[in-house]
């Protein structure tokens, strides 16, 4: 079964740090660029981050310098951490996969807030 999953969101005061996870399964991992999306409620969704296959990165200009993305081949996973948050951060984050097909997780939210 082709599946997305992420987790590792929650509630964080700002400034503070969050690590999101996303399992694929049914996929050759290796094979497909990973991203992360965002949702706010009442905005369109928006990229966040990239990595490529080779693990060339790169990054929304609004989480540069914040937020790094990483992949682990051996264990189908995608990161995100997420350092010095903001409210403006408060979204729900999609996994994305993209190559032979695009495929998308369920999202998992991240809401900042003191």
């Known amino acids: 079964q082709v599946q997305l999953a992420e987790s590792g969101g929650g509630l964080v005061q700002p400034g503070g740090s969050l690590r999101l996870s996303c399992v694929a399964s049914?996929?050759?991992?290796?094979?497909?660029?990973m991203a992360w999306y965002r949702q706010a409620p009442g905005k369109q969704r928006e990229f966040v981050a990239r990595?490529?296959?080779?693990?060339?990165?790169n990054y929304a200009e609004s989480v540069k310098g914040r937020f790094t993305i990483s992949r682990d081949n051996a264990k189908n996973t995608l990161y995100l951490q997420m350092n010095s948050l903001k409210p403006e951060d408060t979204a729900v984050y999609y996994c994305?996969?993209?190559?032979?097909?695009?495929?998308w997780g369920q999202g998992t939210q991240v809401t900042v807030s003191s």
């Open positions: 994305n996969a993209s190559g032979l097909r695009d495929l």
């Open positions: 049914g996929i050759i991992f290796l094979s497909y660029n």
């Open positions: 990595i490529s296959a080779f693990g060339t990165a």
